[in-house]
Every structure is written in structure tokens, then in C-alpha cells.
């Protein structure tokens, strides 16, 4: 299930993407209570199922903070239960309230979702993916180990998901990918201290099982995909 909802925000931290994952996670509470005891602290370090990306509206910036019209939210998860509850949790989320600034709400919109059936799917980034190595260093596409790394995360992610490894490996090939730097903060963190990811976006094109790159599709690609590697489906290769 893939889905959208906007909201009128005038001003945003850098870092924002954390302000969106707590919106989400506030709008699955308040439908169901023990889902998000479960999901949320009882496996807080479980992979979540379901990936997020931010698109911001008119925005200009400066030193720390984004000014902008509005945000689109898309949530993307292979989880009913998730989606059921994130879906009319958001719903019932007409208002929400950041450091101050009240996020009102402007529309929803349920996406379609392709079934893919081919071998070869091209992929746009909706926001950037992030590999590691084991050690954390940031890895770029054309890294021998990019490719190692980015199966090691996606047999993780269909493991701890639909119990199971993936058919075969995966195998990426950029076509036009550029570096972004993120910066992000969390609530362990000091207030002026921040974390920064290695990220990359872009165009490319992921080879392998159709079952696994339709849960990778809706799953998200890559570490942390929380807040990071949500795709969208471009077209598929004979």
C-alpha cells in the first residue's frame, strides 16, 4: 500500500526527517495502542515495514532552517496492518504541532502500485539511499562493495519481514546517481549535535526475483529505510 497526505508548513529544521517519522508514529498510536506498543518499543530495533520520503514544496533555505509552502508525505509499506493504521491515523491528524509550528493538513491521496513481473525494474529515488559497510563508512555505487552491502540489507529487510531470504541476489547498475549529504539529528542526541549520512540519489536499475524487487519496492532500498531509500517505479526491461 502506497500513500500521500500534505500539510501546510511554513518553516522546518535542516533536519527534519525525524519530525516526520514521530508524525507518523503518533498517527499509528492514536488508532491503536498496543500495534504501536508492539511495533515501536517492544521491537524498537526491529526494521520497520515501511518506508517514508518528504517532498517540499516552494522551499528556500538558509543556515538552519527551510521556509516553504507545504510538505507531501509518502508512506509505502507491504504491512496491511501498518499501512490500515497509519492510513487512518493520518487521517484523523488534521493538526500537528512541531516546536510551535502547527502542520494543518491539506489532502490525502492513495497511490497506485505497479505489480512487477519483470527481471529488470528501473528506479527513481523518492529519497536518497544509504549503504554502509560494516564498520559504517559510507559507500558509493561504483564501490566494489556497494552491491555486497546493498544485498546484505535487502535479505535483512525480506528476512525480518516475510520470514524468508531472498530468491536470488540482487544486482544494481547506476545510471545517473549523484552524492547527497544529509543531515540528521535523533533524541539521544544533544540539542546542537547532529548526524550526517552519505547518501546517493537517483536513476537506476535493480536485476534479480520480481517477488523480491516488488518488496524491496515497497519496503525501501538500502540502510535505515525508515528514513531512507524509498524508490519509485520507472519501467521495467525485457
Known amino acids: 500500500m502506497r500513500f500521500s497526505v500534505s500539510y501546510q508548513v511554513n518553516k522546518l529544521e535542516k533536519a527534519y526527517r525525524m519530525r516526520v517519522y514521530s508524525l507518523i508514529k503518533e498517527a499509528v498510536r492514536t488508532v491503536n495502542k498496543?500495534?504501536?506498543n508492539k511495533l515501536f518499543l517492544q521491537f524498537?530495533?526491529?526494521?520497520?515495514?515501511?518506508?517514508?520520503s518528504t517532498y517540499l514544496h516552494n522551499f528556500t533555505l538558509d543556515d538552519t532552517t527551510i521556509t516553504l509552502d507545504r510538505i507531501t508525505i509518502t508512506i509505502s509499506s507491504p504491512d496491511m496492518e501498518f499501512a490500515v493504521h497509519a492510513f487512518n491515523g493520518l487521517r484523523k491528524l488534521k493538526e500537528y504541532s512541531v516546536n510551535g509550528e502547527?502542520?494543518?493538513q491539506l489532502n490525502f491521496q492513495l497511490?497506485?502500485?505497479?505489480v512487477i513481473t519483470s527481471r529488470k525494474v528501473v528506479f527513481r529515488t523518492c529519497s536518497p539511499i544509504l549503504i554502509e559497510d560494516k564498520n559504517g563508512r559510507p559507500l558509493a555505487p561504483t564501490d566494489p562493495l556497494y552491491e555486497k552491502e546493498l544485498n546484505y540489507y535487502a535479505n535483512l529487510q525480506i528476512h525480518q519481514f516475510a520470514g524468508r531470504d531472498?530468491?536470488?541476489p540482487i544486482h544494481i547498475s547506476p545510471i545517473h546517481m549523484k552524492k547527497m549529504v544529509i543531515k540528521e539529528r535523533n533524541r539521544h542526541l544533544e540539542?546542537?549535535?547532529?548526524?550526517y549520512f552519505t547518501t546517493y540519489r537517483g536513476l537506476f536499475?535493480?536485476?534479480?526475483?520480481?517477488?523480491d524487487l516488488q518488496l524491496l519496492y515497497q519496503l525501501g532500498i538500502g540502510k535505515r529505510t525508515t528514513y531512507f531509500g524509498?524508490?519509485?517505479y520507472e519501467y521495467e526491461k525485457v
Do not use: A, D, H, T
Open 230 to 232: 524509498l524508490v519509485e
Open 191 to 195: 540539542k546542537n549535535s547532529f548526524l
Open 205 to 211: 536499475m535493480l536485476e534479480g526475483s520480481p517477488q
Open 44 to 52: 524498537e530495533k526491529r526494521i520497520k515495514p515501511f518506508s517514508f
Open 34 to 36: 498496543p500495534y504501536y
Open 111 to 114: 497511490l497506485k502500485e505497479p
Open 102 to 104: 502547527v502542520w494543518r
Open 166 to 168: 531472498l530468491y536470488e
